[in-house]
Each structure stands twice: as C-alpha cells, then as structure tokens.
C-alpha cells in the first residue's frame, strides 16, 4: 500500500466513526504512519481529502456496475448482475459509503468544476443502468418502459436505502435480496418474471 493510500483508508476509517468535522489531519497522520506534512502533499487540505473518497469510491462502482453490465445474457441479466454488484459493493465499502452520505453536505457549498465533476460520474452511473434496460426492451427480457426515467428511479431507489441504512433513521432488516426481486417483478417482462418464480420454486 501506498502513503497516499494508506492516507485515504486512514481518513475514511476516521471520518466514518468520529464524523469529518471530528477529525484533525494529525490523527490521520497518525492513523496512516506517516508526516502530516505527507497528508498535505498529497491532498493539499482536509477537504480535498474528503472529496478524493468520494471520488475513489464513485469511480470504483462505476468500473464495476459497467463490467457487471458488459457480462452474457440479456438486458435483465446485465441489469441483474448490476443490481448484485450494488449490493455486494455495499458491504465491501462500508465505511467509505458512510462518509460520503453522511459528509458529502460540506461539500454542498464547493461551486464549480468540482460540482460538476461529481455530475458527470452520476450521469455515468446512469447511463450504464439506462443501457441495460435499453437492451433488455430489445431484446424482451424487460417491459417497454422509458429506460433513462426508470433508470433513475432504480438509482434513487438503491441511494434511498443506502442513506436510510447509513443514518440509522430506521432498524432495516437485509432486504437486498427482496429489492432485486422487487425490481425484477416491475421491470421483467412476464416470462423473465415467470421463468424466475418458477426456479426460485424448485419448479
């Protein structure tokens, strides 16, 4: 692992349990073994830290949601696969998740190219979910239903439940299963949804 490395899992590891605003660049310092003066090498200021996880972590789902989506299959399966990636994406980036939910309202104020940096990786994060349920309408695996319209709607759906997860605003039970399934029974078309009930029946 890298010092600039080490530097984000410190930071994340501490702004995830004490809060951003609860931590100083010397108990990252400390955290990652390194100089404080190599913490500002690397990301100049504290807030420059939080925006590099933010963007570490946006830009590994997207690496991942669009080779999750390129796999065989039809467009259900790639949404599918997408699907299961968030979920399993979750639970490795569980701390890095908690940051960027939780923090991400300091950084409400920056204006600008940063502003619209982080607007693009969401349109990508988009895109790639749009392009699945384009493919499966093509191809029959999903209803004709407006691809970039629910697209978003599938994207707020997952951040909906990260957030309430994240700010512990209400004792959820695991339902990532239930929403894949939910998802599959609003979007599949009839036989997708069918030849699904039926192996999920031993049938």
């Not at 982080?118 to 349920?133: D, Y």
């Not at 093509?138 to 439940?161: N, W, Y």
């Not at 078309?189 to 009930?197: G, L, M, P």
Request: glycine share 8%; aromatic share 6%; net charge negative.
């Amino acid at each position: 692992m890298t010092k600039k490395e080490a530097i984000l899992q410190a930071a994340t590891q501490l702004f995830a349990s004490k809060g951003y605003k609860g931590v100083a660049v010397s108990e990252i310092a400390a955290r990652a073994i390194v100089a404080q003066g190599t913490v500002f090498h690397h990301f100049k200021s504290k807030e420059n830290l939080l925006i590099s996880i933010c963007d570490e972590l946006v830009r590994s789902y997207i690496s991942g949601i669009k080779e999750a989506a390129r796999g065989p299959g039809s467009g259900w399966d790639a949404l599918e696969r997408v699907l299961q990636f968030n979920q399993d994406f979750k639970k490795e980036h569980q701390d890095a998740i908690t940051v960027v939910f939780r923090e991400t309202r300091d950084l409400s104020r920056i204006e600008g190219e940063i502003q619209e940096h982080f607007c693009g990786l969401l349109n990508q994060v988009i895109e790639v979910k749009s392009q699945c349920i384009e493919k499966g309408k093509q191809d029959g695996s999903i209803r004709p239903v407006p691809a970039q319209v629910t697209a978003f709607l599938v994207h707020f759906l997952l951040v909906g439940k990260f957030h309430i997860e994240t700010e512990g605003l209400l004792e959820v039970p695991d339902l990532d299963a239930e929403l894949v399934e939910f998802c599959r029974r609003s979007l599949a078309a009839d036989e997708t949804s069918e030849a699904a009930c039926h192996e999920h029946s031993g049938g």
